[in-house]
Structures are given as C-alpha cells and as structure tokens.
C-alpha cells in the first residue's frame, strides 16, 4: 500500500520541478533578450550626432566625425592648457620645477617695453585672490610667481581662466609663472563651477583636496625660489618686489615713473617704500602721505611689523620720515638715506634687478628676505627713503607709502605709502 502511494508523489513532484524549470529557462532567456535590446538601444541613441556638412563653400579639410556638442573648452578659454608638465627646468637642488611664463598678457610686453618699473610677487593658491588687490592699484606690468602641488594647479587654471573671461584688462598685464614640487607635481582636474561665473569670487576657500593641504602643512614653503622665479622674469630697468598681501598706493605706478624719470643716475642704490599695516576698521586706503598719517596718530595705522617683529623695518626710521607731517611737494621724492642698517631689515624697496639673488637655500620663513639684503650691502649698494607714497597691508591691513627709502644702505622716500593685507600676519604662502 505504501509502495502504490509513493509512486505518483514522485510523479508530482518530477511534473513540478520540470514546470519550475521551463520557467526559469522562459525568464532568463526574456532577460538575456532586455539586456541585449538595451545595449543595442544604448548604442542607437547615444551615437555622435552627424556634423552639419557646408554645402558651399566647400571645405578645405575632410570634415571632423568628432561630437559637436559637449567639446573641452577651446585653448583660449583656459590660457595653462598648453602646459607641459614634463618641461619645468630645475631649480639648483632639483627639488622643484620652474615654469617661465605659464601665461602672458597680451599687453605685458608692450608695458614692460614703455614702463620703467615692473611689481614681482609671489604667492601660495590660497592667498593668490589678494592679486586682484594689487592690480586694482598697480597699472604697470605685473609678474606673478605661484607655487601650486598637486590638485592645486586645476585651481589656479580655474584662476586664471576665470581672470581671461571675467577681469581682462588685468589679465592682459600679467605674467605668471609656476614652481612645482618634485615630491608632489600638480595634477589636471576638472574645474570648478565658479569659473564661468563671473558673479562669484574666485578661489573660494575649502577647494583643495585634503590630502594636498595636509602635504603642505608638512612641507616649507620656498618663497625665496618664487621671489626669483618672479624678478627674473620682469623686463623693466627697475623691479619692485612685493609680497602677496603688500599694496601698493593708487597711482604709485605713475608716480614711480616720473620720480624715476628725473632721478639721478644710480645703480647701486634701493628705494625703500615705507609700509604700513592698517586696522581693519579702516574702510579705504589713504589717498597720500598726510592722510596715512592721519590715521597713524589715531593708531589706526601701524609701521608694518612693528607688533610682530620690530627690526624687520626699523633701520628705515619712520619716526623720520612722518615728522614731515606730509607737507611735503606733491612728487615723489627721497626723504632720506638709511644709515643704520641692521641684520634683520627687511625693507620692501625698488631697485634695478642688478641686486643679488635671494638665497634658495633658505626654505619657509626666516632669512629669506634680510640675507638678500645683506648680500646687496657687501656689493656697495645704497638704500633711500623715498618720500610722499606708501604701501599698506591689513591686520591690520598694509599700505605701501610713495615717501621712497633709498637703500643706500640707506634710502628712503616721502612719497609712496603701501598697505599690507595682511589680516594678521598669516604666511601660508605670500611672504615674510
């Protein structure tokens, strides 16, 4: 009896199993059949759509099969693209890549050809913004050496591309240059949104990757390389070599022109621009010498470094050169000579650019600037105060004064003050 009922059981199940089966074979093969269907379907839609082909005239060269739509920007509209990473020269130790004129202006060469005075800088991604302070005010040619690793260097396209569409006129009077680690070479990325925007600041901060910051923070910044990378490459009889975060007054390019003009012949001599920190309370830079030093005696305006480090401009005497009380002629001209040089002055001046090279021996921030100095000092070299000008900086803030200091190893002028922009005295990559 058990034998009888076992028997069709099994017959059920084999029926079961044999449907189950058919059915999966049904599925599986309706799946196979989607899968290829969407892959062709894909193909289909997504070929390049065909090229408009011109009728008349005809075309000289075979028309492209290339996409129409969606192409990279054209080499005009990112001015570094044509970089080849692979042809930077080495600086003396083979630690870093130097990359001469990365971009020009179309007018910086006219400009270096009629002007007497280039501005040098240099400066780390994260504080180049600050060049749009300085070319507000500077109306010369402008050479820009820029120190950028790893994904850094998508940034500073975007920067400069952004620059090109959005504030050409200042484009046009730069020339840029790029110094790159060996340890970490900058890499392409994509760019930004901000960069077709010209409604938005460049350079926002938190952009660069975090493993690029961390690899900074480890690693000295070699501002001494940047400040020669930028000098050499001005063309101008005199140079006047500024940090990042230093600007100058307003019209110290023109002022500079005619002092220069008229000056005695002298190539061993330096002209120091007084500089200035201002309190951020201070909502524009003073226009001359008497309303910097208007602001000086409500103490809204201090001798750059004074607070930070007292000897890095004390041999220019500033208590000197305000005691004129700015009612001096309107030109710019030499206050008077810098007689009590010291070790550790490191004056802001314009010189021609037979002055010594800074020492590339010195990496991050300490004698970088003063063993230049010192070097031009054993040449015979003379420093000035010039008279009536100034450059500022923020910290405070900094302004470069037109009062010149003539580096005689003494020199100093009364007629352009310059500012420093400093919010503090932050050095992430602009300068000492």
């Known amino acids: 009896m058990r034998h009888r009922l076992l028997t069709p059981m099994s017959k059920i199940r084999r029926d079961k199993l044999w449907r189950w089966r058919c059915q999966w074979s049904v599925v599986t093969m309706v799946a196979v059949a989607l899968v290829v269907y969407n892959a062709a379907a894909n ?8 090229c408009p082909v011109r009728s008349s005239p005809p075309p000289s060269e075979p028309p492209s099969c290339e996409p129409c739509a969606d192409v990279a920007p054209a080499p005009d509209d990112d001015p570094i693209s044509h970089l080849d990473l692979r042809l930077g020269r080495w600086d003396s130790s083979r630690s870093y890549r130097m990359f001469d004129y990365a971009t020009v202006g179309e007018t910086y060469a006219d400009l270096s050809s009629s002007r007497r005075v280039c501005l040098a800088t240099q400066s780390s991604i994260e504080r180049l913004h600050e060049l749009l302070r300085i070319a507000y005010h500077w109306s010369g040619p402008i050479s820009v050496a820029v120190f950028v690793a790893g994904d850094e260097l998508r940034l500073l396209r975007a920067f400069t591309t952004w620059l090109f569409r959005c504030q050409p006129d200042i484009y046009s009077r730069l020339a840029l240059h790029l110094a790159m680690p060996k340890e970490r070479p900058g890499a392409h990325g994509e760019m930004p949104l901000w960069v077709k925007n010209c409604d938005l600041p460049p350079l926002p901060e938190g952009e660069r990757q975090a493993d690029t910051v961390a690899w900074r923070a480890r690693h000295p910044y070699p501002q001494n390389h940047l400040r020669n990378l930028a000098r050499r490459n001005c063309h101008t009889p005199y140079v006047f070599l500024v940090d990042i975060d230093i ?122 600037r003063n063993t230049q100095l010192v070097k031009g000092r054993g040449r015979g070299r003379s420093v000035r105060n010039r008279l009536r000008r100034c450059a500022t900086s923020e910290p405070s803030r900094l302004s470069a004064n037109s009062d010149l200091a003539d580096y005689r190893y003494g020199l100093q002028t009364d007629h352009i003050p310059m500012h420093h922009n400093c919010g503090g005295s932050s050095r992430s990559g602009g300068g000492e």
Not at 43 to 50: D, I, Q
């Open 43 to 50: 193909v289909w839609l997504l070929r390049p759509a065909p």
């Open 247 to 368: 600007v100058p007054s307003r019209s110290m390019a023109e002022e500079l022109e005619q002092f220069l003009a008229h000056a005695p012949r002298c190539q061993l001599c330096a002209y120091v621009v007084p500089t200035y920190e201002l309190d951020r309370r201070v909502a524009a830079f003073p226009g001359n010498k008497s309303e910097l030093l208007r602001l000086s005696r409500k103490k809204l305006a201090i001798p750059f470094h004074r607070k930070v480090f007292i000897y890095n401009q004390y041999a220019s005497n500033f208590t000197r050169w305000e005691s004129s009380g700015g009612n001096e002629s309107s030109e710019t001209h030499i206050s008077h000579d810098v007689t009590n040089f010291e070790l550790l002055y490191e004056p802001f001046y314009v010189a021609s650019d037979a002055v010594p090279a800074h020492d590339e021996r010195f990496l991050g921030y300490g004698f970088t």
